[in-house]
């Protein structure tokens, strides 16, 4: 009997144990799996976070160009995108994300690579309304078709005696000429037009995968994104019109480049418009001082009033911009272009200039 | 005889019962203590960590509003189409920036500057002081002050421009 009790005590002593150590090992597994996905976020937290300020010190800062190691986390998928006037970036599938309602952020879809590329430069319209920062990547690489003076600029100016600062791009002849490497994105910018609408896509660049590859299409000044399907390019949204003045470093021009899209370059040119409207009422008050400096005789108060003047460039530049928020752009880059005139005029008169 | 071995025995069993079961409430009291212990341990090291990172965060806070006011568009010296010139402020925007960052400070440009005051201290020609943006946080238990040194620019005296000095200081609210 005694022996019977102490068999059945054991066993039930072995099926305790076994049922406690199960429940304190399932305990400790769970509070270790928690924690990685805690340190993950955290770690992705910390991550945008610190992009965040980089972001901010590449931004105020003119004409930089700077990269960033992307460490351990260059094997996970970065995205960008901008809706309703506010840009998101973060890691694809985690729930962290930054948003950004303020600096215009022109950056590819999704970005994959050991190394980030910052670069700045201010955008003019025609004073200096905020800096517009192009991001790229070590592996996506922008393909230049076309013979447009601004090829050349644009290989110059990404150009870098560091080569991890040098933007990765290539001048070609034609599509076929393209070799897409192993890099992780391809853009193919059609400077003149010609090769991308209603082209097919050669075999080389037809066996990548669909989102690998992008092309953006330049016409004056319309600019229109192209996606591949298959072995056919399919236009990608609607037509956008760059909002810029002409000469060298059109900041709006590089930013239709390095854009994922129309719509996000769009959403990001609506930042800077916003800004100049409130520049502009900045720049009416400071031109309302102006006219008290002089006397009605003096040279410089004739300069500063009249037909084309300063003063009236400058309240239709400040309509224009609020036309332009709204979809008419036309209006905007006449009356800057006439500002710009005016101001030029008044510093070789020495007279104090609004910017 | 046996009556009284067994009533021996049963008190000795008894003893070793209580002996026992005093041991387990000790082993228990022990590992609820060991426990209590960790949790305090750990509730401190959390709140030294949180701690911590908020002190980095309003530090972060502070070096990035400090990065933006000095190169604002909205008061920055313009010298046509050259580039701007560093760490001056142009004082016929400077005096009307203000109107501009209130009327448009829910929209916009609380955005850019969150909690925080703007002030420029004008050391020379004169001495004077502009508040250029101020949003204060309600219940803020400390504000952070950042100085920097920037020329000041002003062509309202007679058309020729003339250069002073201040200091720019920026407050972020915790």
């Known amino acids: 009997m005694n022996s019977k009790k102490a068999q059945v005590s054991v066993t039930f002593n072995w099926i305790y144990i076994l049922i406690a150590g199960g429940i304190i090992l399932l305990f400790f597994v769970g509070i270790i799996v928690k924690q990685k996905s805690i340190s993950e976020d955290k770690l992705s937290s910390d991550v945008l976070n610190s992009l965040e300020s980089i972001f901010t010190s590449a931004g105020v800062s003119e004409k930089t160009r700077n990269y960033v190691d992307m460490g351990g986390l260059a094997e996970q998928e970065l995205y960008f995108e901008c809706e309703e006037g506010v840009t998101e970036y973060g890691i694809e599938g985690k729930g962290v994300r930054i948003q950004n309602a303020m600096d215009p952020i022109f950056a590819p879809k999704n970005i994959k690579a050991p190394r980030m590329i910052l670069w700045s430069l201010p955008y003019k319209m025609p004073f200096r309304v905020m800096n517009f920062l192009f991001v790229s990547s070590s592996n996506t690489k922008y393909s230049l078709l076309g013979t447009d003076q601004f090829v050349i600029e644009f290989l110059n100016a990404t150009d870098d005696r560091d080569p991890q600062l040098r933007i990765n791009r290539e001048l070609v002849s034609s599509l076929d000429e393209i070799d897409p490497g192993k890099n992780y994105h391809l853009r193919v910018v059609d400077f003149d037009g010609l090769n991308i609408p209603g082209k097919p896509i050669p075999e080389t660049l037809a066996n990548l995968n669909d989102e690998k590859i992008s092309a953006v299409v330049f016409n004056g000044l319309d600019v229109s994104y192209y996606a591949k399907e298959g072995n056919k390019w399919v236009k990608e949204g609607e037509t956008v019109t760059l909002v810029s003045l002409s000469g060298e470093r059109q900041a709006a021009k590089y930013a239709a480049i390095f854009s994922g899209d129309g719509s996000s370059y769009m959403c990001n040119i609506k930042k800077a418009l916003k800004r100049l409207s409130y520049l502009d009422e900045i720049y009416l008050a400071k031109m309302a001082e102006m006219k008290e400096v002089y006397a009605p005789q003096h040279p410089c108060y004739l300069q500063l009033i009249g037909d084309k003047s300063v003063d009236t460039s400058l309240d239709i530049h400040s309509v224009a911009v609020g036309l332009c928020q709204t979809g008419s752009c036309k209006k905007l880059v006449e009356a800057a272009n006439d500002l710009r005139l005016a101001n030029n005029q008044l510093r070789l008169a020495s007279c104090i200039s609004l910017y | ?174």
Not at chain 2, 21 to 49: C, D, G
Not at chain 2, 87 to 115: E, G, P, Q, V, W
Not at chain 2, 135 to 150: A, E, G, L, M, Y
């Open chain 2, 1 to 174: 005889m046996i009556y009284e071995k067994f009533q021996k025995d049963k008190k000795i069993k008894m003893k070793k019962g209580q002996i026992r079961m005093t041991e387990t409430i000790a082993v228990l009291f022990i590992f609820f203590v060991l426990i209590l212990f960790s949790l305090i341990f750990y509730y401190r090291y959390s709140e030294t960590a949180f701690k911590g990172e908020q002190d980095e965060m309003f530090a972060k806070k502070a070096i990035d509003l400090t990065t933006k006011t000095i190169f604002l568009p909205e008061l920055l010296c313009s010298k046509g189409e050259s580039e701007a010139e560093d760490f001056c402020f142009d004082m016929m925007k400077l005096r009307h920036a203000n109107k501009t960052f209130k009327s448009h400070l829910s929209d916009y440009y609380f955005n850019l500057f969150s909690y925080a005051k703007i002030s420029v201290q004008e050391i020379y020609p004169k001495d004077e002081e502009w508040i250029v943006y101020e949003k204060k946080k309600p219940n803020s238990t400390r504000t952070d002050p950042t100085f920097f040194v920037v020329a000041l620019k002003d062509e309202s005296l007679g058309g020729q421009p003339s250069y002073g000095f201040g200091v720019v200081n920026i407050e972020v609210y915790s």
